[in-house]
Nanobody
Framework: QVQLVESGGGPGQAGGSLRLSCAVSGRTFSNYAMGWFRQAPGKEREFVSAISRSGGTTYYAESVRGRFTISRDNTKNTAYLQMNSLRPEDTAVYYC????????????????????WGQGTQVTVSS
């Protein structure tokens, strides 16, 4: 069973940066595409970004494109989300998720397609 643990959340300032990490264990990390999602109070969970198994393909929600960067290190079994130019509307609980894929180049942006989830890490951006 794959297990995911997020870290790196916390308070941030508008215009500032935070870096989230997602450590994965229990299965072969490189068999999984990785996704980041977020959920703000009173709102539905929304897609943020995803990365393919090898890291060669990435995709971003329009709201974070150009500000956030997803990456992964398959030697460290860890995925990352670098968040720059933070905005108060980025405030949410951020979750990483793993999706087992046969194909290296594709992934889903639908949260229902993901097989395993971390516990979430709170990001709070003040203006």
């Amino acid at each position: 069973q794959v297990q995911l643990v997020e870290s790196g959340g916390g308070p941030g300032q508008a215009g500032g940066s935070l870096r989230l990490s997602c450590a994965v264990s229990g299965r072969t990390f490189s068999n999984y595409a990785m996704g980041w999602f977020r959920q703000a109070p009173g709102k539905e969970r929304e897609f943020v970004s995803a990365i393919s198994r090898s890291g060669g393909t990435t995709y971003y929600a329009e709201s974070v494109r150009g500000r956030f960067t997803i990456s992964r290190d398959n030697t460290k079994n860890t995925a990352y989300l670098q968040m720059n130019s933070l905005r108060p509307e980025d405030t949410a609980v951020y979750y990483c998720a793993a999706q087992e894929r046969v194909n290296d180049h594709s992934f889903s942006i639908q949260w229902q397609a993901y097989d395993a989830w971390g516990q979430g890490t709170q990001v709070t951006v003040s203006s």
